[in-house]
């Protein structure tokens, strides 16, 4: 398929949208989490009252990052000539790498708990296997769209 050019107003469209569903996942684990993890884990800081302003700030320089490994890795912008396998395998390994170093970075949980660490693999995982299966969806529905525009062409054609 080809793609249409982008502005820099599409990657930051982009680098939002990322943030927002980044938010929202920490919204959801605030509410059910917060109050456990509440002066435990940065992340969760103030429970389930909501977020830190740096913290909001560290999640939006994520998106940013997770925006950049999108271009890198998922785009023809950089890299053309790689499976698409092997992409998404180094986006979600670049990305996991990134996510890591920032946990480290910013202490949003104890890095000595198994517990928190196994929490955000499984997270990590879920949200991965979410973002693959959401991205073939909507890959498969612009193929089909793709398909039945030829097959009008070429019925015109006839």
């Not at 980044?22 to 909501?50: C, P, R």
């Not at 940013?64 to 396998?85: G, H």
């Not at 390994?93 to 480290?104: G, Q």
């Amino acid at each position: 398929m080809m793609e249409e050019k982008k502005t820099v107003f599409y990657y930051i469209r982009q680098a939002f949208a990322t943030y927002g569903l980044i938010v929202l996942a920490f919204i959801i684990m605030s509410i059910v989490l917060g109050e456990k993890t509440k002066g435990y884990a940065a992340l969760f800081s103030m429970g389930s009252e909501g977020m830190s302003i740096p913290i909001l700030l560290q999640l939006l320089l994520l998106a940013v990052i997770i925006t950049l490994a999108q271009v890198a890795f998922l785009t023809d912008t950089w890299i053309m000539n790689m499976s698409i396998v092997l992409r998404n395998m180094l986006f979600f390994v670049s990305v996991l790498i990134v996510i890591v170093f920032m946990i480290m970075s910013f202490d949003w949980f104890p890095v000595k708990d198994i517990t928190a660490w196994l929490g955000f693999i499984i997270s990590y995982a879920l949200s991965m296997i979410i973002s693959a299966l959401v991205t073939r969806l909507k890959e498969r529905a612009e193929n089909l769209k793709m398909q039945e525009a030829l097959d009008r062409y070429n019925r015109i054609k006839e």
